[in-house]
C-alpha cells in the first residue's frame, strides 16, 4: 500500500492535488492511504517551503505546484 501525502494548509490548489493523486492511485489500480498534511511545521520537516507538496511514502516527489494525474502516475509507479 502507497502513502500519499497532501502537503499544504488547505488551499484550493492543495484540494486540487489531492483530487489528481487519488484519480491516478485508482487509475493505477493500486492500494493507497491519503493523508493531508496541515501542519506548517509537519510540512517544513518535509523540507518543504512551496505549497502543496506531494508526498509518496515519505519521499517528497513535487513541491510549489499542481501536477496532472498523468505525471503523478509516473511517480507512482
Not at 509518496?56 to 499542481?66: N, P, T, Y
Amino acid at each position: 500500500m502507497k502513502k500519499l501525502q497532501i502537503l499544504g494548509t488547505g488551499c484550493p490548489k492543495c484540494k486540487k492535488l489531492a483530487d489528481n493523486a487519488e484519480a491516478a492511485a485508482k487509475e493505477l489500480g493500486i492500494e493507497y492511504e491519503l493523508e493531508k498534511v496541515t501542519d506548517i511545521n509537519e510540512i517544513m520537516e518535509f523540507g518543504v517551503m512551496m505549497t502543496p507538496g506531494l508526498a509518496v511514502d515519505g519521499e517528497v516527489k513535487v513541491a510549489g505546484r499542481v501536477p496532472n494525474a498523468e505525471e503523478i502516475k509516473e511517480l507512482l509507479k
